[in-house]
Protein backbone atom coordinates (compact mmCIF):
# COMPACT_ATOMS: atom_id res chain seq x y z
CA UNK A 1 0.00 0.00 0.00
CA UNK A 2 3.02 2.50 0.53
CA UNK A 3 0.91 4.64 2.82
CA UNK A 4 0.94 6.81 5.90
CA UNK A 5 -2.73 5.76 6.52
CA UNK A 6 -3.13 5.06 10.38
CA UNK A 7 -6.19 4.44 13.12
CA UNK A 8 -5.91 5.60 15.82
CA UNK A 9 -7.81 4.54 18.84
CA UNK A 10 -7.61 5.70 22.68
CA UNK A 11 -7.67 2.96 24.80
CA UNK A 12 -6.68 1.63 28.76
CA UNK A 13 -4.96 -1.17 29.05
CA UNK A 14 -0.70 -1.99 30.05
CA UNK A 15 1.85 -3.64 27.91
CA UNK A 16 4.54 -5.50 28.62
CA UNK A 17 7.81 -4.19 26.32
CA UNK A 18 11.26 -4.03 26.31
CA UNK A 19 11.28 -2.87 29.25
CA UNK A 20 9.22 -4.21 31.33
CA UNK A 21 5.58 -3.43 31.84
CA UNK A 22 3.85 -0.17 31.59
CA UNK A 23 0.90 1.57 30.80
CA UNK A 24 -0.63 2.10 27.46
CA UNK A 25 -3.15 4.75 26.29
CA UNK A 26 -3.32 4.49 22.66
CA UNK A 27 -3.21 1.81 20.12
CA UNK A 28 -1.79 2.88 16.03
CA UNK A 29 -3.45 0.46 13.72
CA UNK A 30 -2.46 0.05 9.99
CA UNK A 31 -2.08 -2.26 7.38
CA UNK A 32 1.01 -1.71 5.41
CA UNK A 33 4.46 -3.15 4.56
CA UNK A 34 5.96 -4.80 7.37
CA UNK A 35 9.31 -4.03 8.93
CA UNK A 36 10.28 -7.79 10.14
CA UNK A 37 7.22 -9.93 8.69
CA UNK A 38 7.72 -11.56 5.56
CA UNK A 39 4.69 -10.97 4.30
CA UNK A 40 3.89 -8.44 1.45
CA UNK A 41 1.67 -6.38 3.51
CA UNK A 42 0.22 -7.00 7.35
CA UNK A 43 -1.68 -5.49 9.93
CA UNK A 44 0.31 -4.09 12.43
CA UNK A 45 -0.44 -2.39 15.89
CA UNK A 46 1.51 -0.10 18.20
CA UNK A 47 0.40 0.37 21.58
CA UNK A 48 2.13 3.12 23.06
CA UNK A 49 1.22 5.55 25.72
CA UNK A 50 0.92 9.32 24.61
CA UNK A 51 0.79 10.56 27.63
CA UNK A 52 4.33 9.62 28.29
CA UNK A 53 5.30 11.23 25.00
CA UNK A 54 4.76 7.66 22.97
CA UNK A 55 8.43 6.57 22.85
CA UNK A 56 8.04 3.23 23.75
CA UNK A 57 6.10 0.88 22.04
CA UNK A 58 4.75 -2.89 21.83
CA UNK A 59 4.33 -4.00 18.83
CA UNK A 60 2.68 -6.73 16.67
CA UNK A 61 2.71 -7.77 12.75
CA UNK A 62 -0.06 -9.91 11.73
CA UNK A 63 -1.63 -11.50 8.53
CA UNK A 64 -4.50 -9.54 7.44
CA UNK A 65 -6.98 -13.44 7.99
CA UNK A 66 -5.01 -14.36 11.64
CA UNK A 67 -5.79 -10.26 12.53
CA UNK A 68 -9.32 -10.76 11.71
CA UNK A 69 -9.52 -14.14 13.41
CA UNK A 70 -7.94 -12.39 16.54
CA UNK A 71 -11.08 -9.87 16.45
CA UNK A 72 -13.75 -12.47 16.96
CA UNK A 73 -11.35 -14.38 19.45
CA UNK A 74 -10.96 -11.23 21.40
CA UNK A 75 -14.92 -10.64 21.12
CA UNK A 76 -15.74 -14.25 21.69
CA UNK A 77 -13.48 -13.81 25.10
CA UNK A 78 -15.42 -10.78 26.30
CA UNK A 79 -18.52 -12.81 25.51
CA UNK A 80 -17.86 -15.46 27.13
CA UNK A 81 -15.66 -14.06 29.71
CA UNK A 82 -18.21 -11.52 31.20
CA UNK A 83 -20.72 -14.02 31.33
CA UNK A 84 -18.28 -15.89 33.38
CA UNK A 85 -17.76 -13.27 35.70
CA UNK A 86 -21.60 -12.09 36.34
CA UNK A 87 -21.55 -9.92 33.73
CA UNK A 88 -19.89 -6.97 34.68
CA UNK A 89 -17.83 -4.79 32.76
CA UNK A 90 -15.10 -2.47 34.19
CA UNK A 91 -15.79 0.58 33.09
CA UNK A 92 -12.81 3.49 32.67
CA UNK A 93 -13.31 6.67 30.73
CA UNK A 94 -11.06 6.92 27.54
CA UNK A 95 -9.46 9.66 26.23
CA UNK A 96 -11.24 11.18 23.51
CA UNK A 97 -10.25 9.43 20.36
CA UNK B 1 44.68 -9.12 -6.59
CA UNK B 2 41.87 -10.59 -5.63
CA UNK B 3 38.35 -10.66 -7.58
CA UNK B 4 36.50 -10.03 -4.74
CA UNK B 5 37.96 -6.20 -3.06
CA UNK B 6 37.38 -5.03 -0.07
CA UNK B 7 34.76 -2.29 1.02
CA UNK B 8 34.25 0.23 3.97
CA UNK B 9 30.45 0.35 5.66
CA UNK B 10 29.77 2.61 8.76
CA UNK B 11 27.68 4.78 10.08
CA UNK B 12 28.25 8.62 9.37
CA UNK B 13 27.17 12.01 9.98
CA UNK B 14 25.76 14.14 7.77
CA UNK B 15 24.30 17.64 7.85
CA UNK B 16 20.60 17.34 6.30
CA UNK B 17 17.62 19.70 6.10
CA UNK B 18 18.06 22.93 8.07
CA UNK B 19 21.53 22.16 8.99
CA UNK B 20 19.99 18.85 11.22
CA UNK B 21 22.52 16.58 12.51
CA UNK B 22 21.55 13.17 11.75
CA UNK B 23 23.14 9.97 10.83
CA UNK B 24 23.48 7.56 7.22
CA UNK B 25 24.82 4.20 6.93
CA UNK B 26 27.92 5.09 3.94
CA UNK B 27 29.63 2.30 2.31
CA UNK B 28 32.52 2.45 -0.76
CA UNK B 29 34.96 0.22 -2.20
CA UNK B 30 38.46 0.00 -0.41
CA UNK B 31 40.59 0.43 -3.53
CA UNK B 32 41.92 3.48 -4.67
CA UNK B 33 40.37 5.60 -6.80
CA UNK B 34 37.16 7.88 -7.80
CA UNK B 35 33.94 6.55 -7.57
CA UNK B 36 30.85 8.06 -8.19
CA UNK B 37 28.13 8.36 -5.45
CA UNK B 38 24.74 6.75 -5.13
CA UNK B 39 21.90 8.23 -2.54
CA UNK B 40 19.62 5.37 -1.24
CA UNK B 41 16.11 6.33 0.09
CA UNK B 42 14.66 3.54 2.29
CA UNK B 43 10.82 2.58 2.41
CA UNK B 44 8.17 3.86 4.80
CA UNK B 45 9.13 1.08 7.23
CA UNK B 46 12.06 3.07 7.86
CA UNK B 47 15.82 2.84 8.32
CA UNK B 48 15.95 -1.20 7.60
CA UNK B 49 18.74 -4.37 7.50
CA UNK B 50 17.38 -4.52 4.00
CA UNK B 51 18.52 -0.86 3.25
CA UNK B 52 22.06 -1.20 4.55
CA UNK B 53 22.43 -4.32 2.29
CA UNK B 54 21.74 -2.51 -0.79
CA UNK B 55 24.40 0.05 0.27
CA UNK B 56 26.80 -2.31 0.35
CA UNK B 57 25.55 -3.98 -2.83
CA UNK B 58 26.04 -0.82 -4.49
CA UNK B 59 29.66 -0.64 -2.82
CA UNK B 60 30.64 -3.73 -3.75
CA UNK B 61 30.15 -2.91 -7.22
CA UNK B 62 32.03 0.18 -7.18
CA UNK B 63 30.63 2.83 -5.87
CA UNK B 64 30.52 5.10 -2.77
CA UNK B 65 26.89 4.80 -1.82
CA UNK B 66 25.01 6.48 1.29
CA UNK B 67 21.29 5.91 2.74
CA UNK B 68 20.15 9.23 5.22
CA UNK B 69 18.18 7.94 7.93
CA UNK B 70 14.87 10.38 7.29
CA UNK B 71 13.67 9.61 10.59
CA UNK B 72 16.84 10.58 12.67
CA UNK B 73 15.09 13.69 14.29
CA UNK B 74 12.51 11.10 16.17
CA UNK B 75 15.08 10.02 18.44
CA UNK B 76 18.86 9.23 19.42
CA UNK B 77 21.41 6.74 17.03
CA UNK B 78 20.41 3.61 20.21
CA UNK B 79 16.75 3.93 19.50
CA UNK B 80 15.74 1.14 16.91
CA UNK B 81 14.47 2.35 13.18
CA UNK B 82 11.33 0.71 13.32
CA UNK B 83 9.52 2.14 16.68
CA UNK B 84 11.18 5.58 15.04
CA UNK B 85 9.78 4.76 12.22
CA UNK B 86 6.45 3.85 14.19
CA UNK B 87 6.28 7.19 15.42
CA UNK B 88 6.78 8.87 12.38
CA UNK B 89 3.91 6.76 10.69
CA UNK B 90 1.92 7.84 13.94
CA UNK B 91 2.60 11.82 12.86
CA UNK B 92 1.74 11.32 9.56
CA UNK B 93 4.83 10.65 7.86
CA UNK B 94 8.00 13.00 6.84
CA UNK B 95 7.33 16.21 4.97
CA UNK B 96 8.46 15.80 1.43
CA UNK B 97 10.97 19.55 2.04
CA UNK B 98 12.58 17.80 4.61
CA UNK B 99 13.62 14.81 2.58
CA UNK B 100 14.82 16.46 -0.21
CA UNK B 101 16.98 18.86 2.29
CA UNK B 102 18.30 15.12 3.99
CA UNK B 103 18.82 13.82 0.36
CA UNK B 104 20.39 17.19 -0.64
CA UNK B 105 22.78 16.72 2.76
CA UNK B 106 23.97 13.30 1.88
CA UNK B 107 24.96 14.27 -1.94
CA UNK B 108 27.12 16.98 -0.64
CA UNK B 109 28.67 14.68 1.89
CA UNK B 110 29.35 12.58 -1.18
CA UNK B 111 30.61 15.07 -3.01
CA UNK B 112 33.01 16.35 -0.34
CA UNK B 113 34.92 12.98 -0.18
CA UNK B 114 37.93 12.73 -1.43
CA UNK B 115 37.11 9.54 -3.63
CA UNK B 116 34.21 10.80 -5.23
CA UNK B 117 34.08 11.40 -9.36
CA UNK B 118 31.77 14.22 -9.52
CA UNK B 119 28.74 11.89 -10.71
CA UNK B 120 25.76 11.53 -8.17
CA UNK B 121 22.82 9.29 -8.81
CA UNK B 122 19.74 8.57 -6.77
CA UNK B 123 17.79 5.06 -6.05
CA UNK B 124 14.67 4.68 -3.90
CA UNK B 125 12.33 1.75 -3.27
CA UNK B 126 8.61 2.24 -2.18
CA UNK B 127 8.09 5.69 -0.63
CA UNK B 128 11.85 6.50 -1.63
CA UNK B 129 10.96 5.71 -5.23
CA UNK B 130 8.44 8.50 -4.84
CA UNK B 131 10.93 10.44 -2.92
CA UNK B 132 13.30 9.84 -6.03
CA UNK B 133 11.40 11.10 -8.50
CA UNK B 134 10.52 14.21 -6.43
CA UNK B 135 14.43 14.53 -6.36
CA UNK B 136 14.81 14.14 -9.98
CA UNK B 137 12.24 16.98 -10.51
CA UNK B 138 13.61 19.68 -7.66
CA UNK B 139 17.48 19.06 -6.93
CA UNK B 140 20.13 19.97 -9.20
CA UNK B 141 23.33 17.79 -8.98
CA UNK B 142 21.76 14.35 -10.13
CA UNK B 143 23.52 12.72 -13.02
CA UNK B 144 20.79 9.60 -12.78
CA UNK B 145 17.52 8.57 -10.81
CA UNK B 146 16.35 5.18 -10.55
CA UNK B 147 12.40 4.88 -8.75
CA UNK B 148 11.94 1.48 -7.73
CA UNK B 149 8.04 0.92 -7.36
CA UNK B 150 7.23 4.14 -6.10
CA UNK B 151 3.77 4.64 -5.27
CA UNK B 152 1.88 8.08 -5.07
CA UNK B 153 3.65 10.04 -7.82
CA UNK B 154 0.31 10.41 -9.43
CA UNK B 155 -2.60 11.78 -6.92
CA UNK B 156 -5.57 11.29 -8.30
CA UNK B 157 -7.33 12.58 -5.08
CA UNK B 158 -6.41 15.99 -4.19
CA UNK B 159 -7.91 14.89 -0.64
CA UNK B 160 -4.22 12.74 -0.29
CA UNK B 161 -2.62 16.04 -0.64
CA UNK B 162 -1.51 17.67 2.80
CA UNK B 163 0.99 20.38 4.54
CA UNK B 164 3.77 17.28 4.37
CA UNK B 165 2.93 16.16 0.54
CA UNK B 166 1.57 19.43 -0.97
CA UNK B 167 2.27 18.56 -4.52
CA UNK B 168 1.64 15.45 -6.50
CA UNK B 169 5.29 14.18 -7.81
CA UNK B 170 3.63 13.90 -11.15
CA UNK B 171 3.08 17.44 -11.83
CA UNK B 172 6.46 18.51 -11.18
CA UNK B 173 7.49 16.22 -13.92
CA UNK B 174 8.82 19.40 -17.07
CA UNK B 175 11.83 20.22 -14.63
CA UNK B 176 13.19 16.83 -14.05
CA UNK B 177 16.43 17.43 -15.38
CA UNK B 178 18.53 13.89 -15.23
CA UNK B 179 18.11 10.31 -16.90
CA UNK B 180 14.85 8.32 -15.23
CA UNK B 181 14.89 4.96 -14.72
CA UNK B 182 11.45 2.98 -13.44
CA UNK B 183 11.35 -0.54 -12.26
CA UNK B 184 7.93 -1.88 -11.54
CA UNK B 185 6.05 -4.85 -10.93
CA UNK B 186 2.60 -5.95 -12.79
CA UNK B 187 0.82 -7.04 -9.68
CA UNK B 188 1.87 -3.78 -7.94
CA UNK B 189 -1.35 -2.21 -6.22
CA UNK B 190 0.62 0.95 -5.54
CA UNK B 191 1.71 2.50 -8.25
CA UNK B 192 -0.63 0.05 -10.81
CA UNK B 193 0.19 -0.78 -13.57
CA UNK B 194 -2.33 2.23 -15.43
CA UNK B 195 -0.47 4.69 -13.28
CA UNK B 196 2.90 3.32 -14.05
CA UNK B 197 1.96 3.61 -17.84
CA UNK B 198 0.55 7.82 -16.88
CA UNK B 199 3.57 8.42 -15.81
CA UNK B 200 5.44 7.13 -18.70
CA UNK B 201 2.80 9.15 -20.83
CA UNK B 202 3.45 12.54 -19.61
CA UNK B 203 7.35 11.55 -19.72
CA UNK B 204 7.22 10.67 -23.29
CA UNK B 205 5.23 14.26 -23.85
CA UNK B 206 7.58 16.42 -22.24
CA UNK B 207 10.57 14.78 -24.21
CA UNK B 208 12.29 13.45 -20.72
CA UNK B 209 15.27 10.70 -20.77
CA UNK B 210 13.62 7.98 -19.22
CA UNK B 211 13.41 3.91 -19.72
CA UNK B 212 10.72 2.29 -18.02
CA UNK B 213 10.65 -1.35 -17.44
CA UNK B 214 7.74 -3.57 -15.98
CA UNK B 215 8.14 -7.25 -14.95
CA UNK B 216 4.99 -9.62 -15.15
CA UNK B 217 4.56 -11.86 -12.06
CA UNK B 218 5.97 -9.16 -9.54
CA UNK B 219 4.19 -6.91 -7.35
CA UNK B 220 5.43 -4.58 -4.85
CA UNK B 221 9.29 -5.03 -3.26
CA UNK B 222 10.11 -7.27 -5.56
CA UNK B 223 14.01 -7.17 -5.18
CA UNK B 224 12.97 -7.42 -0.87
CA UNK B 225 14.81 -11.16 -0.57
CA UNK B 226 13.10 -10.63 2.96
CA UNK B 227 9.85 -10.70 1.93
CA UNK B 228 7.39 -13.13 0.58
CA UNK B 229 7.36 -10.62 -2.50
CA UNK B 230 10.73 -11.57 -3.25
CA UNK B 231 11.30 -12.85 -7.18
CA UNK B 232 14.39 -13.72 -7.53
CA UNK B 233 14.39 -13.95 -11.53
CA UNK B 234 12.65 -10.52 -11.96
CA UNK B 235 14.94 -9.12 -9.42
CA UNK B 236 18.12 -10.31 -10.53
CA UNK B 237 17.17 -8.87 -14.24
CA UNK B 238 16.13 -5.26 -12.45
CA UNK B 239 19.31 -5.54 -10.45
CA UNK B 240 21.19 -5.68 -13.89
CA UNK B 241 18.90 -2.86 -15.30
CA UNK B 242 19.86 -0.82 -12.55
CA UNK B 243 23.68 -1.22 -12.99
CA UNK B 244 23.46 -1.01 -16.55
CA UNK B 245 21.79 2.46 -15.71
CA UNK B 246 24.27 3.81 -13.20
CA UNK B 247 27.01 2.92 -15.33
CA UNK B 248 26.21 4.17 -18.28
CA UNK B 249 25.55 7.81 -16.71
CA UNK B 250 27.78 7.51 -13.44
CA UNK B 251 30.12 5.31 -13.65
CA UNK B 252 32.64 5.30 -17.27
CA UNK B 253 35.39 5.20 -15.53
CA UNK B 254 34.67 2.73 -12.50
CA UNK B 255 34.86 -0.24 -12.65
CA UNK B 256 33.07 -3.40 -10.91
CA UNK B 257 34.48 -5.49 -8.85
CA UNK B 258 31.19 -7.95 -8.55
CA UNK B 259 30.30 -10.49 -10.72
CA UNK B 260 27.67 -9.09 -12.78
Known sequence: ?97 | MSYYQGLQAEVVPFCGHNGDQGEAYYARPLRTGKFPGIVVIHHIPGWCEWTTEVVRKLAHHGYAAIAPHLYFREGGPNESPDDLGARIRAAGGVADAQVMGDVAGTMAYLRAQPNANGKIGVIGFCSGGRHTYLAACTLKGIDAAVDCWGGNVIVDNPKDLNDKRPVAPIDLTEKISCPLLGIFGNDDANPTADQVNRTEAVLKKLGKNYEFHRYNGAGHAFFNWQRDAYRPEQAMDGWRKVFDFFNRYLAASATSIAAE
Open chain 1, 1 to 97: MCSYIVEKTALVGSAKGRKGWMRIDTANVYFDHPYYSTLDHVLAIDFTNEGEGGRDRVAVELSADSARALVERILAALASGEVAHGGATTSVAVAAE
